[in-house]
């Protein structure tokens, strides 16, 4: 019924950066909170950012001032811009959408895209 869909990763040298997208598909009417997590090897999900249906963003401390999350509600997609990747910011970056109503009025809930590998060399 809804996918989400992540693009957007890739190898960037330390210091360079990427632009993920995450593109909800389906007859959505509308989609409150998206995430965006990462995972690296051997480690468990962390939250990186959210923003809300209104604009409103949080961010994980260690990537303040580095990257920006933010959403076109008319095209159901989030965006991640991030700038002076470490290699620390290196793993699978998942996207994430707390509750997703669809135009049926049924609502999918705790939704999760296939990921998208960021690496970055140093």
């Known amino acids: 019924q809804v996918q989400l869909v992540e693009s957007g990763g890739g190898l960037v040298q330390a210091g360079g950066s990427l632009r993920l997208s995450c593109a909800a598909s389906?007859?959505?009417?509308?989609?409150?909170?998206m995430r965006w997590y990462r995972q690296a090897l051997g480690k468990q999900r962390e939250l990186v950012a959210r923003?809300?249906?209104?604009?409103?963003?949080n961010y994980e401390d260690s990537v303040k001032g580095r990257f920006t999350i933010s959403r076109d509600n008319a095209k159901n997609t989030v965006y991640l811009q991030m700038n002076s990747l470490k290699p620390e910011d290196t793993g699978v970056y998942y996207c994430?959408?707390?509750?997703?109503?669809?135009?049926?009025?049924?609502?999918?809930?705790?939704?999760w895209g296939q990921g998208t590998q960021v690496t970055v060399s140093s």
């Open positions: 994430n959408a707390d509750r997703i109503i669809l135009g049926s009025g049924f609502v999918v809930s705790d939704h």
């Open positions: 389906g007859n959505i009417f509308s989609i409150n909170a």
């Open positions: 923003v809300t249906s209104d604009g409103n963003t």
